[in-house]
């Protein structure tokens, strides 16, 4: 059984279609992330799985349990932390996991030390008891994330989870939501910020106007990217120089080769693993020796608009 499922999921708005048909599957304790930019139908998904939104057509189900048909259930299995931090302004970060953990149905007995716990380990001790209307944006979102560090869902949904926040806060919070699912959780993530994507991606699913285009492992979705592998090459001069470009073309998997001052080159190959073994032992039958080699892989970027035609836009500030 998918932790998620999606059939042929619609979500509408007047004339404008959110959602279109969308087909999308996430296993059991795994982190699926959703990538892309603003508008692409991230966070009507997520607000859809976690029955704030009722789909138009379609089904979604999350543990094998319908949205629509068991609502309530679901909400019992799942958390959220919203993209936009949700907290009454007079509260206090204290006051609103002490509430958020008791509607979770934690023992009251646990409550104090979860919350100090996970206080302390995302920097908030020292703002427990200030009014959430006087915390900073990379506080309120760290309390946000803190619900669900609290809670520990079987299925969690984070929606941009450490926007807002410093690098070292954010590297936080990705240790956190790794450790959710090294503890049996389920993950949904959605982000526009590759660094995050590539940090707790079990796999990605790159969404665009509503429509799932593409799912698989990083690794997976960067070598089907066409010379998507760039490798800067250097060889030292000798008797074969003058053919080894020709050589070097011919390669399976050089989508371009590109000579550069000297004996340098830039080849531009599919999945430069198994490319520049193939190269060293070519020029090692060609008595010509390799002084150099670089290799550099596409980035989630460079999935995006190759599976998109667009470019990601992305929001980090760290």
Known sequence: MYAVETQNLVKQYGKT??????????????????????????????????????????????????VVKSPTKVRQILGISFQDARGFWRHKPAEILEFHAAMCGIKKSDRKVIIEQVLKELELWDARNKLFMTLSGGQTKRLEVAKILVQKPKFAIFDEPSSQVDLR?????????????????TLLVATNEVREAEYLADRVT???????????????????????????????????????????????????????????????????????????????????RVSSVRVTEPSLDDVFLSFTGKKLETNENA
């Not at 806060?169 to 959780?185: D, P, V």
């Open 169 to 185: 806060g954010k590297r936080t919070i990705w240790e956190k939501i790794l450790q959710l699912r090294e503890g049996g959780s």
């Open 206 to 288: 790159i969404l665009d106007q509503g429509k799932s285009i593409i799912c698989d492992t990083v690794q997976n979705l960067k070598d089907k990217i066409a010379g998507g592998d760039i490798v800067e090459l250097e060889l030292e001069p000798g008797e074969n120089s003058a053919e080894i470009e020709k050589d070097l073309v011919k390669i399976p998997g050089t989508a371009k080769l590109t000579p550069m001052d000297g004996n340098k080159y830039k080849a531009y190959v599919s999945i430069a693993e198994a490319w520049v073994p193939k190269m060293t032992s070519l020029c090692y039958e060609r008595k010509i």
């Open 17 to 66: 279609f959110a959602l279109k048909g969308l087909d999308f599957t996430v296993d059991p304790e795994e982190i699926m992330v959703l990538l892309g930019p603003n508008g692409s139908g991230k966070t009507t998904l997520l607000m859809t799985l976690a029955t704030v939104l009722k789909p138009t057509s379609g089904t979604a189900k999350v543990m094998g349990v319908d």
